[in-house]
């Protein structure tokens, strides 16, 4: 049986020979006309995909876009945030979000998304105000995205009673998308179940709340893109949620960029910079960089639960481990330990924070050190707690007695505490944009200092504009000083692990410790 034209390359070959010059121009234009047709109708199954458009354009992610669609697909993350400055493609990601999960795949790939039922899928996205921008903003950008393979719009969109394109269906799943307002009564979000829902822009708390409940049966997921310009509780309550034990929430991924990481994909730098003269100061934080006005004050800007928060393991046994200590005479002991590495990476991986004497501190520490089999080398002080050295009992010597018993010798550490921020600060983020400085996630105390010390409000104490707050600084005082010390790290000599080795968790079953 001959085969088909179609499918012989040497039977095309000899029609195209054919051909004219003109025909086979005609035959090209006439293709590339029908292709640029379908992806002008379809923009969503040719994301990501590297064909060019009609006018040259490729659509594909930016950086941040790229880095959050490939998280998506692991089912442990439950909350997404995706903030920072405007222009940087929330709206978009958002769209394309909700459309995937409606078709139960990626478009472009077909790569397939998991879901823990059959049924089709149930997405509500809650826009801000129906005029300003789920009417302008929200609605455009949804059409623009809708496949038109997946029906044409008047047989998906159904509008309420207000006109509104409040309900989109997919007519090839039966999945559906519901558009809300943040401007709603709350009452109004109540008595959902879906799978996904989609904020863009910070909604109020209680329409997160109302929503929430309806995500329980099918085990949802939230996406929040937004600029933090007002709701600060999203910050503290979904950013850095926390779980009943303090630890970091680990099924929130959250990212964050400014507005250049979207230059080259859909906004110029011209573009930018003719924005920014239009904008204040505090304004250009926020709309430009990213950064709202209420986390303008943070010490530790460039901490990030991503970059620097590690999973539990045993420090190695050649690792040189320093131990800070905080004093206080009312209040909880803040007790630090700071492990080195071989590689000059700062870790840090054991924090106590509760009430004692002088006495119990060094032997609360004498208790890790054995436990845990490290290799000290030095502990150090606050200067305070030195007190009068008329005065034989003061706190801290109360603890070099206790340390001095097993060899080891307390010092005082340095009060230079805006040379410790900077410090601090360049651990955080290197010259190379690499991090240096790592917590493990347990570490409950230290994680929330990280993310709460914040500098004095110079509008209310202009005396003391640029100075680090007294408070939730326990930590990070040890901190600072510690990486003032600057230990090297250097091979271990011959005997010198003093201790018997302790249980694989690190932790001593006696004392916990």
Known sequence: MEASPLFNIDAISEILATKSDEELQQLYDDVYRDFQKHATANLLLYFNTGKALYDGRILRPNPIQEELLDAWTDWDYKVFTYTGANRIGKTTLLVILAFSVMHGKFPWSNKRLYFPHNEPRKIRIVGQDWQKHIKTVLIPAMRKWWPQEWGNLKDVIRRDNQGVEAMWTCQKTKSTCEIMSNMQESDLHEGWDGDLILYDEPP????????????????????????????????HDVIKARNEDGTPDRTVYSIDGDISVNIGYGITQKGVDQFAKTLTEDEIEARIKGKPSYLSGMVCKKFSRKKHLKSRFKIPLDWIVDIGIDIHPRKEQAILFMATSPKQERWLFRELFKHGSGTDVGEWIIRIIKANVLRVGKIICDPLAKGDSNNPNT?????????????????????????????????????????????????????????????EDAEKYPDRAGKAQKQNDDMMENLYRLLLEDTVWYPMEEGEDEFEDADASGACAVTGY
Do not use: C
């Open 395 to 455: 706190t801290f010597d109360k603890i070099d007695i206790v340390l001095g018993r097993y060899g080891y010798v307390l010092n005082t550490g340095t009060k230079d505490k805006e040379s410790g921020i900077i410090q601090i600060n360049e651990h955080l983020e290197g010259p190379n944009l690499e991090p240096s400085l790592f917590v493990l996630d347990d570490m409950v105390r230290t994680i929330y200092e990280f993310e709460s010390w914040m500098y």
């Open 204 to 235: 109020k708390r209680k329409i997160r709340v109302a929503n929430a409940r309806g995500l329980i049966d099918r085990e949802g997921r939230e996406f929040f893109g937004m600029t933090l310009l007002k709701e600060a509780w999203v910050d």
